[in-house]
């Protein structure tokens, strides 16, 4: 089987990570792998906000854990110590697709350089708060421009990948 069909099959979402940062190498490897997703028209709407510094991370993660309502101390970004956050221009009507793509492309990639990675919703309501916008606007990006499509946390797993649940027989349909 192709190298890369057969990686897309064995990657998992991981949910317990090590301590240990990904090498500022790695993380750059897998925001690269991002920014080369297919986009709309080739507009390229996407940004990705990649995120190491301990303390942004937690308040990423606290803002996450608020917004769905969990207790306080729960860490949605399950440990994981890098966060790569992805936000896309809203006035390109592809930007949901886009940044998805994105997303999908970042995930595939942590897994193929052997780190573990997970799509964590709740970007858009993040980035929508008072909290987010100063983030965004602190980094000189206009926080009306752009909507949130994901996190993707990566860092090394914790424990082994679980075994891949069957795929559904009524996932695709093939008309002749």
Known sequence: M???????RDRRSVRAYTEEVPSDELVERVVDAGLWAASGRGRQSPIVLAVTDRALRDRL???NARIMGAPEGTDPFYGAPAVLVVLARKDVGTHVYDGSLVMGNMLNAAHELGLGSCWIHRAKEEFET??????LE???IDADAYEGIGNCIV???????PEAAPRKTDYAY???
């Open 61 to 63: 993660s606290a803002m």
């Open 2 to 8: 192709n190298e890369v069909i057969e990686a897309m």
């Open 138 to 140: 602190g980094l000189g």
């Open 130 to 135: 008072p909290e987010g916008r100063a983030i």
């Open 155 to 161: 860092g090394h797993a914790a424990e082994p990948a």
């Open 174 to 176: 093939h008309i002749d």
